[in-house]
């Protein structure tokens, strides 16, 4: 039929696979829960086809609108927010409770695709430099102050967009170095680290003699580069000091292990951990584990989710679950590529790179490779927010995939 054309029926079908083994298992953790996710899948599915009816260009038009409402709904948790679990980042209505950092993130992503597909955006530009980060920080700084720092990180996604219209790779490589000094500064003694940077500046240095014009700028680069990660490698030890008693743990599990801290921080990890080795190659059955029965993982439902797949599924499930993902994930990213509209192509990688930022930690988190930090699994942890804010996002994308399809230009 001609009208189906342009719709992508692989990630639609992905999609829907993956929402209805999400209801399965959040079913097998609490049944009353299940009913409620399989709801808001069914209202996800006709918030979906009226964004589907919707013009295309509303999107682009309304961009900032829709960005500006996303940031004064995180403003408004200061003075009317609920706090849930340490975390004042809910509003709540009666019974019914909203994350609005899960909305926000869509407004981001339409307003920065809104401005990177303007005439004049130029990233070698410090104006559209300047601009593009604001675009980002402003939401981002309003969410550490919460504090929610799980979506802080998530707000990382975005520079993987900006990567693609021309973001040096050095931006992800300073990174990369701060988050690694940062790491090994919280296991070792600071004076390690800092003679191993010296050595290595030292070596470097040497190697470059002939490339390197000398100079006060160039010196004064090397001598700043090389005092901000010393003493960066100092104040770790530090922050983590300074950090809440529970955050400071769950970024001590990593190093001492879940063991030190099974009565705190690290017992989610420990029977996670328990469940997803229990189910083996093929599982225990559905609705057949252990740990998953005997509710002695808190949140599994939620951001803990993917142990219950890994108890009742066993590896196989696992594997097949993470294959879907990384399937669905490399096609947005695929069919962003081929995008004829900057608008389209900026807002398609800023989905998948959020869905992938999501995916790498939760998975990350539940087998003890990072710290805990309340990131839900795209589609599959149990929520209504979490669950309708992607369902919007990938209505939005699929629309713009379908109207992209369909172009005569």
């Given at each position: ?7 992508d ?7 829907v ?14 049944e009353?829960?299940g ?9 996800s ?8 009816l ?15 409402f ?7 948790l200061?003075?009317?927010g ?6 004042r980042n ?16 869509i407004?981001?992503?339409l ?10 955006f ?13 675009i980002i ?5 309003v969410?550490?102050a919460?504090p ?6 998530v ?12 973001l040096?790779?050095l ?8 988050g ?5 500064s ?5 004076l390690?680290?800092v003679?191993?940077?010296?050595l290595?500046?030292?070596?470097f ?10 100079n006060?700028f ?18 770790a030890?530090k922050?983590?000091e ?21 009565d ?10 328990t ?8 599982g225990?059955?559905?609705?057949q584990g ?12 939620t ?12 590896f196989?499930?696992?594997?097949l679950?993470v294959l879907?993902?990384a ?45 805990t930090?309340?990131i839900?699994?795209?589609?599959f ?5 979490s669950?309708l ?21």
């Open positions: 039929m001609r009208w189906t054309e342009g719709i029926k692989l990630g639609i079908f992905l999609y696979v993956i929402s209805l083994f999400a209801v399965a298992n959040i079913y097998s953790v609490d009353g829960l009913k409620k996710q399989f709801i808001f899948f069914c209202i599915l006709f918030v979906g086809l009226v964004i589907f919707m013009r295309t260009k509303f999107f682009e038009n309304f961009a900032s609108v829709i960005y500006f996303g940031l004064l709904l995180l403003i408004g200061f003075p009317f609920t706090e849930i679990l340490g975390q809910w509003y709540k209505f009666g019974s019914i409770t909203m994350q609005p950092v899960e909305f926000a993130k407004g981001v992503s307003m920065l695709a809104n401005y990177v597909s303007g005439p004049d130029n990233l070698r530009c410090r104006k559209s430099l300047c601009t593009t980060f604001a920080g402003v939401p981002a700084v969410v550490l919460i929610d720092v799980g979506s802080l990180l707000f990382m996604a975005f520079m993987i967009a900006l990567y693609r219209e021309g040096s790779g931006f992800f490589l300073v990174c990369g170095i701060i690694v000094v940062f790491s090994i919280l296991a070792v003694n600071p390690y680290v003679g191993a940077i010296i290595i500046a030292a070596i240095i040497f190697l470059q003699l002939n490339k390197i014009s000398w006060i160039s010196i004064g680069s090397i001598a700043g580069s090389v005092g901000l990660i010393c003493a960066l490698s100092y104040g030890p922050i983590l300074k950090m809440p008693k529970h955050q400071r743990e769950r970024i001590e599990v990593l190093f001492k292990g879940e063991k030190m801290f099974r705190t921080s690290g017992y989610n990890l420990l029977y996670s951990k469940a997803i080795g229990s189910g083996g190659l093929f225990k059955g559905y609705m252990s740990v998953t029965q005997g509710k002695f993982v808190p949140e599994q439902e951001d803990y989710i993917f142990c219950t797949v890994g108890e009742e599924w066993g196989l499930g696992a594997f679950l879907f993902y399937v669905y994930i490399g096609r947005i990213y695929y069919l962003a590529e081929t995008q004829k509209s900057i608008f389209n192509r900026v807002f398609g990688y800023c989905f998948a790179s959020i869905l992938l930022m999501h995916f790498a930690i939760n998975l990350g988190m539940v087998m003890g490779l990072f710290p930090v309340g839900p699994l795209p589609y942890s149990y929520g209504g927010s669950f804010a992607f369902s919007i996002m990938t209505a939005i994308f699929f629309k713009l995939n379908y109207a992209d399809k369909n172009s005569l230009v």
